[in-house]
């Protein structure tokens, strides 16, 4: 196996039907390889977008980055082990609720986004929920409900904006490499 995989270790004898990952042996300490690993981590670390809430005239959004493969494979373990009707929106709405950072908001539309607590961000939470003046909510996914509750269907708009995740985050390598190397996609030879 090469240093750049990680193996799956599946589970022993005790009918655990969990699974975890064996992370890949670091480089020598403070070799190349080390350095680059840690850098191209630090600038994926930063990549961020907005993405619109229906229902508030493009003045909240949600703030999401990648997320990272444990937590992928533990939403798409969860699908596959349930036995609900609804599984496929708990999963769209589990990728939401990881991949935001912060919610944040503007004034007007031209405006530049702002959190909405300047000490500590606040995601898909109860602090939200108080913070945007509606009902405490059990689950991240409730606040999530509430949140898009403005949509005619905050269920749907859900899967909708969870699918511009989707898009935006399959191309977020490409970003990264491209801050890595220092050069714009139109300079870049193939």
């Known amino acids: 196996?090469?240093?750049?995989?990680?193996?799956?270790?599946?589970?022993?004898?005790?009918?655990?039907?969990?699974?975890?990952?064996?992370?890949?042996?670091?480089?020598?300490?403070?070799?190349?390889?080390?350095?680059?690993?840690?850098?191209?981590?630090?600038?994926?670390?930063?990549?961020?977008?907005?993405?619109?809430?229906?229902?508030?005239?493009?003045?909240?959004?949600?703030?999401?980055?990648p997320i990272d493969a444990r937590t992928q494979s533990k939403i798409a373990h969860r699908v596959m082990q349930s036995k609900a009707p609804d599984r496929e929106w708990n999963a769209a709405a589990d990728v939401l609720i990881a991949a935001t950072r912060e919610v944040v908001v503007r004034g007007e539309v031209d405006d530049p986004w702002l959190s909405i607590d300047e000490e500590e961000p606040v995601g898909i939470s109860n602090r939200l929920a108080e913070a945007l003046g509606f009902a405490q909510e059990p689950t991240a996914r409730g606040?999530?409900?509430?949140?898009?509750?403005?949509?005619?269907?905050?269920?749907?708009?859900?899967t909708s904006v969870s699918a511009d995740y989707g898009s935006w985050a399959s191309g977020a390598d490409e970003e990264v490499d491209d801050a890595f190397v220092g050069e714009s996609q139109g300079a870049r030879r193939s």
Do not use: K, W
């Open 1 to 65: 196996m090469s240093e750049t995989e990680t193996e799956i270790v599946y589970p022993a004898e005790n009918g655990d039907a969990s699974f975890a990952f064996a992370e890949p042996e670091p480089a020598a300490a403070g070799s190349l390889l080390d350095r680059l690993r840690a850098r191209r981590a630090e600038i994926a670390a930063e990549q961020t977008t907005e993405l619109l809430v229906p229902g508030y005239g493009g003045l909240v959004a949600l703030r999401v980055g």
């Open 143 to 158: 606040v999530l409900v509430a949140l898009f509750g403005l949509a005619p269907s905050p269920e749907s708009a859900i």
